[in-house]
């Protein structure tokens, strides 16, 4: 059966198996690899996206579960203001080592920054320590979502 | 390590590009008689005539940061604007490029020099052609921004219109191009944002695991979880049945080592219908023969071979047996580390298109030639049938020198019959490793009244067989503090192993830091002595060992020395503390960098350990070629250390790992991660590589630190904090 879903604003239909993750689809039956795949299991972060904002793993939802929910992934980032303004921030801190779960990290920092625009370290603590860093970037990912919310470090 | 020595007898090479414009190259002397043709992307410049740049980055693109530093260096002496610059990454072409490995920190070592070459004999060739064309001597002429000019008569050029008319000179010998004085350097040692930084940001296709073709299947190879396993049964049918599976196949075993293990092979129309469907192949596995190895049979072994007399003597220089005799006090103590996996979070995987005898591959790996050599020789084509792709790689830390997936990926594509990606699930990739072996070492020295360490003596415990050890199992003769004490013994013990090992970031180094840098803290409160005055006291006065600072089994106690007191300054050794907090500190040598570490933590009265900051100092040479990621790489490197030593281990049950995930093989979190104070100590060395030597000096700081706050030693990785209970 045929899933409606709407992805960065985009009318999509998709006909696979309801239990594919979100991840999956966005990969493989879609082509959107920004949304990385780590462990499978909702340990790693580096496939979050947001479901109306609300970050989500992509691994661990169900393509069936998202409903009318407004998908966006990191391809999509770069529409919101907020979202230009962290992209522009991991770029000019030179936060990416291997770079490869600064997807997940960006989209978990999007969702931050909308509910808590001005975060203090223990906010930012507690909305990015799901989201692993093999290489270890957390000082800079640090500094990068302060530089884009305008907080002082 | 050695052998790495960067090769002086190069030529350049040279041509022109389609539609006008200049490619340059470098080739060694000695590989290959045939010319470069000019019709082929194989050279490291090309000039096109709207005056972009393209600069090939020769090496594979771990997080190292090599995309980024290694162009710069031939940016530099080339006279170019950055912002004129792209870097496309080279094919796996040894012959073209040299060495593609991403492997000894040595990018730097052996690219520093020889890139700067090539971008001065690609400036030294547009320089002749703008003088030739204006009738006025080259050395009237000179260059900025990728422009020409001379000064006398007011012209300029751009190098894009200059381009057509130096690609038909000749190119300038290498050795007798004059490179920029480094107070000239306009690129080297200006903090350059990584080249890809702006895709990563937007989500772009860029590693192996994005690659997609036409028509590719996804696959996944179920293996057995003891590694030299075959297939016994498997329900294919069962498995083929599945709506979405394609296919599904039994892959034997090719043989040899780091080839193609046995298996079965699932391809579907996309992955996760491919991993569904594995649980439905039940399959059976014939275990290999002989004992399985397990993590509490190795520890019993490890305390007999102890308690045994050593079956190999590595060093032994002066009386060590009588040095202890005559010492004022002796300590003796053990250590222990565990196996480790590198765990990069891009799992292993790659994507291969086989038409025929022709094989193309797309693979995230760090050592592609050898790569090309596994499939030539498992598929049995010519290696010169198989292009190779070195996509970004999603973390390294060593996994990625083997290349296993990238056999499979060529054998499973050629026995489908369509392009196929290959990706391990993270179980795979968890299960399926070459692990950071553990170790056991057990030392005893002797201490003169003065503070001095009289005697060393060490019996080592690894892996290996009756001639060697198994690999990344060994221990160097000159490791620290070989040669800084008069009567010192290494000794070495070894059992055999039957999962297979490998390089983990700063090799073999990455477990020395912690042992010989923890008991030389023992050693010093032992006599009283203060951590850091006692490790002056044993560096003593500056002095070299080996042939020169490229010398991998050489030493310079004065480097060690200044990043010692450096680290110990920033830290403001000394000072006082509350209860149950304590500075460490450590320093270490390995893949030519001196590092010290001092650690600052508090241990909870429950035993846990909150790490508040740690400063580092580092001597890589004389420059620094790219500070921001170079800061980026010893943060990196040393907060890498901290997760390891708080919480991962690898043990193995019934022959096979027992982890499986992040959740029981933790990895350090943000919230976890200390701010790291990071400065480079400059000196007059040639510069070099930054991805490991890091790592080495902060687990002992932080056992260090611990002991400092609670007075327990801990000996043993990763460190048991149900210990430190008040």
């Given amino acids: 059966m045929p899933t409606r879903l709407r992805i960065n604003n985009k009318p999509v239909t998709v006909t696979v198996d309801p239990d594919m993750p979100l991840l999956w689809v966005l990969r493989d039956e879609l082509g959107l690899v920004g949304t990385k795949f780590g462990c499978g299991a909702g ?34 980032l770069s529409a919101s203001a907020m979202g230009r303004k962290l992209q522009d921030a991991w770029v000019s801190l030179d936060v990416p080592q291997c770079g490869y779960c600064q997807a997940g990290q960006l989209m978990a920092a999007a969702a931050l920054l909308k509910a808590t625009p001005k975060p203090g370290d223990g906010e930012i603590d507690a909305a990015m320590t799901g989201n692993l860093c093999r290489c270890a970037t957390y000082t800079r990912i640090r500094q990068a979502i302060k530089l884009a919310a305008g907080v002082t470090a | 390590m050695t052998g790495f020595g960067p090769s002086r007898r190069s030529v350049l090479t040279a041509g022109a590009i389609a539609g006008g414009g200049l490619w340059i190259g470098l080739s060694p002397v000695n590989a290959g008689t045939e010319p470069a043709s000019a019709a082929a992307l194989n050279a490291f410049i090309r000039i096109a005539p709207d005056g972009i740049v393209t600069i090939i980055a020769q090496n594979p ?3 190292q940061g090599v995309r980024t530093s290694i162009p710069m260096l031939i940016a530099e002496e080339l006279d170019v604007d950055w912002g004129q610059v792209r870097i496309e990454p080279a094919l796996a072409d040894a012959k073209t490029y040299g060495r593609q490995v991403a492997g000894g920190s040595m990018a730097t070592t052996l690219q520093y020099e020889p890139m700067r070459r090539v971008g001065a004999g690609a400036r030294a060739m547009l320089v002749a052609a703008a003088a030739a064309g204006w009738g006025v001597p080259a050395a009237e002429c000179s260059t900025a921004h990728g422009m020409v000019r001379h000064a006398g008569s007011g012209r300029s050029a751009s190098y894009g219109s200059l381009a057509s008319a130096a690609a038909t000179l000749p190119p300038p010998d290498v050795a007798k191009l004059v490179l920029k004085a480094p107070h000239d350097f306009r690129l080297i040692g200006k903090p350059v944002p990584g080249v890809d930084n702006r895709r990563i940001a937007e989500g772009e296709p860029l590693f192996g695991i994005d690659t997609r073709l036409p028509g590719m299947k996804y696959a996944v190879f179920d293996k057995c979880p003891v590694p030299g396993g075959s297939v016994a049964s498997a329900d294919l049918a069962a498995v083929k049945a599945r709506r979405g599976v394609a296919q599904a196949f039994v892959v034997p075993a090719s043989g040899g080592e780091g080839a193609l293990a046995a298996g079965v092979a699932i391809i579907a129309d996309n992955w996760w219908t491919a991993n569904q469907a594995r649980p439905h192949l039940a399959t059976k596995w014939t275990l290999p023969a002989g004992p399985r190895q397990t993590t509490a049979g190795d520890n019993a072994e490890a305390a007999r071979l102890a308690a045994a007399a050593p079956q190999r003597l590595l060093v032994d220089s002066g009386d060590s047996k009588a040095a202890l005799a005559a010492a004022v006090k002796t300590v003796k103590a053990s250590y222990s580390y565990p196996f480790l996996a590198h765990a990069p979070l891009e799992p292993m995987n790659c994507t291969a298109r086989v038409t025929g005898d022709k094989v193309e591959i797309w693979a995230p790996t760090q050592s592609p030639e050898a790569g090309r050599k596994l499939v030539a020789k498992v598929l049995g084509v010519p290696p010169a049938n198989i292009t190779i792709h070195m996509l970004r790689c999603g973390g390294g830390f060593g996994r990625r020198l083997t290349n296993e997936y990238m056999v499979e990926a060529a054998w499973i594509a050629r026995a489908a019959g369509v392009p196929v990606k290959l990706v391990w699930s993270r179980e795979d ?3 399926q490793g070459n692990l950071r072996p553990g170790g056991w070492h057990n030392l005893e020295a002797g201490l003169a009244a003065d503070g001095s360490i009289t005697a060393w003596t060490n019996h080592f415990i690894s892996y290996g067989g009756p001639q060697d050890f198994a690999r990344a199992a060994g221990i160097d003769e000159t490791q620290f503090p070989a040669r ?38 023992e050693l010093a409160h032992a006599v009283g002595a203060d951590p850091l005055a006692f490790r002056q006291h044993l560096l003593g006065a500056p002095r070299r060992f080996g042939k020169d600072s490229l010398d991998f089994t050489g030493y310079d106690s004065g480097r060690a020395r200044t990043v010692l007191d450096k680290a110990a300054a920033m830290a403001g050794w000394g000072r006082k503390l509350p209860d149950r907090q304590g500075l460490g500190i450590a320093f270490h040598f390995s893949h030519l960098g001196y590092f010290a570490t001092v650690v600052e ?75 790291v104070e990071v400065a480079f100590v400059l000196s007059d060395n040639p510069p070099t590589g930054l991805g490991e030597p890091a790592y080495p000096a902060t687990p002992p700081a932080l056992a260090n630190a611990i002991f400092a706050a609670t007075g327990v030693r801990l000996r043993s990785l990763p460190l048991d904090t149900a210990a430190l209970k008040a």
């Fill in chain 2, 484 to 521: 800084f004490v008069p009567n010192f013994r290494l000794s070495a013990s070894v059992m055999p192993l039957a999962v297979p090992t490998g390089y983990l970031r700063a090799p073999e180094n990455n477990a020395f830091g912690f042992v010989m840098q923890s008991f030389i803290d």
């Fill in chain 1, 43 to 76: 340990l790693c972060g580096a496939c979050t996206v947001h479901l109306d904002g609300q970050p989500v793993r992509a691994c661990q939802t169900p393509v069936s579960a998202v409903g009318t929910a407004a998908i966006t992934t990191i391809e999509g």
């Fill in chain 2, 601 to 675: 933590a508090a241990v909870a009265t429950d035993g846990a350990v909150t790490v508040k900051k740690l400063w580092v100092a580092g001597d890589v040479g004389r420059q620094i070629v790219n500070p921001s990621g170079a800061l980026n790489q010893v943060q990196g490197g040393v907060l890498d250390a901290l997760g390891s030593s708080l919480g991962q281990a690898i043990t193995l049950e019934d022959g096979a790992i027992a982890q499986r995930n992040f959740g029981d093989y933790p990895l350090l979190r943000l919230a976890d991660a200390p701010p």
């Fill in chain 2, 429 to 431: 990739d968890m299960t």
């Fill in chain 2, 61 to 63: 693109e771990i997080g």
